[in-house]
């Protein structure tokens, strides 16, 4: 299904529905796909980041929050519907660093996307939803604290998170932070998005002003007309944006000819 938001169509892939729209109709009448999942799906394709190379300012941001919070680790992430993509990391477990990646049902911060609410867990060993994760049993890992990162329709598409080997807690102020720092990588992303739509009707309109020079150039008469003892020679120069002079001569009914110059 193509879904137009003034940009560029995204297509929404949906599991076992080879993006039929009567299956996607259907998986979402049985309540096998909620809406909301959907909307994400097509967030998650009009952001275009998953598998995509670290970028500086995000990468600033993990390591800053690593060390404001003294915590081994710190991630900005963003999840699909199997897959848990790491955009930035600090502290990332070799098991995950080559990839980058983490399957979805082992995903703390899977948490944050179902629920869009913000986690804070001072021991994850004590909380029955995170006991048996991974992370704490195989990485030993015991605090989490996370927000959401939410796409411009407010669904959350990922997570802004960090985690310590330790139990600890973080004040109602350093939540706050973190809201705000994840508000401020969504800024970012979104800017991008920006940036590439910018510089693709960029390319779109230099391709059209070079196929415009073409006709203009095919249009001209040729560069030397010659009369009676005269001659009338021009040159074309084409510039940077569409204009200049476009010459034409003709010869007139009387026998005297003119010259027009637009």
């Given at each position: ?43 998650m394709r009009r952001l275009d980041i998953l598998l995509t190379t670290p970028e500086q300012p995000l990468d600033n941001v993990t390591r800053q929050l690593a060390r404001i919070f003294d915590v081994p680790g710190a991630f900005i992430s963003f999840i699909d519907e199997n897959t848990q993509y790491y955009k930035s990391e600090v502290g990332l477990p070799p098991l995950f660093a080559a990839s980058r990646t983490e399957p979805r049902d082992i995903s703390l911060c899977s948490y944050i996307v179902g629920t869009n609410e913000p986690l804070l867990v ?141």
């Amino acid at each position: 299904k193509e879904i137009s938001r003034h940009s560029p169509a995204v297509v929404v892939d949906v599991p076992g529905t080879d993006n039929d729209p009567l299956l996607i109709s259907a998986h979402l009448k049985s309540g096998t796909m909620t809406r909301d999942r959907f909307r994400r799906a097509i967030e998650m394709r009009r952001l275009d980041i998953l598998l995509t190379t670290p970028e500086q300012p995000l990468d600033n941001v993990t390591r800053q929050l690593a060390r404001i919070f003294d915590v081994p680790g710190a991630f900005i992430s963003f999840i699909d519907e199997n897959t848990q993509y790491y955009k930035s990391e600090v502290g990332l477990p070799p098991l995950f660093a080559a990839s980058r990646t983490e399957p979805r049902d082992i995903s703390l911060c899977s948490y944050i996307v179902g629920t869009n609410e913000p986690l804070l867990v001072e021991d994850l060993t004590i909380d029955e939803r995170f006991a048996d994760n991974p992370a704490v049993t195989q990485f030993g890992v015991r605090f989490y604290a996370g927000t959401p990162l939410r796409a411009e329709g407010g669904q959350a598409v990922g997570s802004l998170c960090i985690v310590d080997q330790r139990p600890r807690n973080i004040t109602p102020r350093e939540q706050q932070m973190l809201d705000i720092l994840a508000e401020g990588v969504m800024a970012h992303v979104q800017l991008q998005i920006a940036s590439r739509h910018l510089a693709e009707r960029s390319r779109v309109i230099e391709e059209d002003l070079r196929r415009a020079i073409d006709v203009q150039r095919f249009l001209l008469p040729e560069p030397r007309v010659e009369g009676a003892g005269w001659a009338i020679e021009h040159v074309y120069r084409p510039v940077e944006h569409l204009g200049g002079d476009f010459v034409d001569v003709q010869r007139r009914p009387n026998d005297g000819w003119g010259v027009l110059l637009a």
